[in-house]
């Protein structure tokens, strides 16, 4: 089925670890976006691409570096995680124009 | 930073019954977008308006968009338990459209 896949779907980091999530389109799609979702914080922006190559950040960057070698993926990567990181991630994407966002399943984090 | 306030942030009703929930702003936004989601899944899109005073219907959801496109607003007619959900509000901000949600309304339908 289209749509986006993330991977992986659990994870428990201990602090200081490192990990990368993978996001992958295979839609065509231009933008490329990385949140978090944290309890009465809602949806926060991390980075996001506009295309292939591209990388810029969001509202909450630190802590995070992303890469868009190819079109169709968008990792996200914990250098060093910390127990704030702790959280739901959500890729989505979504092709030029006024038109909604694609999101993936989510890849929950605890980091302890 | 332009901010979506959502209320009410909880709602539990019975089957059958009608529900509006609201998605306010003091900023001006070019279009706003109405997901759903359900728990251990991403948000799904709804509807997207984009012209002030806008109505939009999808079976028993009626969407607005104010006049000003600063709000907007989402009714239910006779409520499901497939209604069940956390309903979120968003609006493209800045280049790429990049777009700020609001802290959702957490929508529960029982029998």
């Known amino acids: 089925n289209a749509g986006v896949t993330q991977t992986p779907k659990f994870r428990v980091l201990k602090t200081g670890q490192s990990m990368t999530l993978l996001c992958a389109q295979d839609m065509n799609h231009e933008y490329m976006y990385w949140y978090r979702q944290d309890p009465g914080m809602g949806l926060r922006l991390i980075h996001y691409s506009v295309g292939e190559g591209t990388t810029a950040k969001g509202e909450v960057p630190d802590g995070y570096n992303v890469s868009r070698l190819k079109k169709q993926n968008f990792l996200l990567g914990l250098e060093s995680a910390a127990p704030s990181q702790t959280s739901v991630y959500f890729c989505?994407?979504?092709?030029?124009?006024?038109?909604?966002?694609?999101f993936g399943s989510g890849t929950r984090l605890t980091v302890v | 930073t332009q901010l979506l306030e959502q209320s009410p942030q909880f709602l539990s009703i019975q089957e059958g019954e009608n529900l509006t929930v609201y998605c306010n702003s003091s900023?001006?936004?070019?279009?706003l977008q109405w997901y759903r989601q359900e728990p251990g899944e991403g948000p799904v899109l709804l509807v997207t308006?984009?012209?002030?005073?806008e109505v939009k219907k999808l079976k028993r959801l009626t969407f607005q968009f104010g006049d000003a496109r600063k709000d907007s607003s989402l009714h239910i007619t006779a409520a499901q338990t497939g209604d069940t959900g956390l309903y979120l509000c968003a609006g493209p901000t800045g280049t790429a459209s990049k777009l700020t949600f609001g802290t959702g309304t957490r929508l529960q339908v029982t029998l």
């Open positions: 900023s001006v936004f070019s279009s």
């Open positions: 308006v984009v012209t002030g005073g």
């Open positions: 989505a994407s979504r092709p030029t124009g006024v038109h909604g966002y694609t």
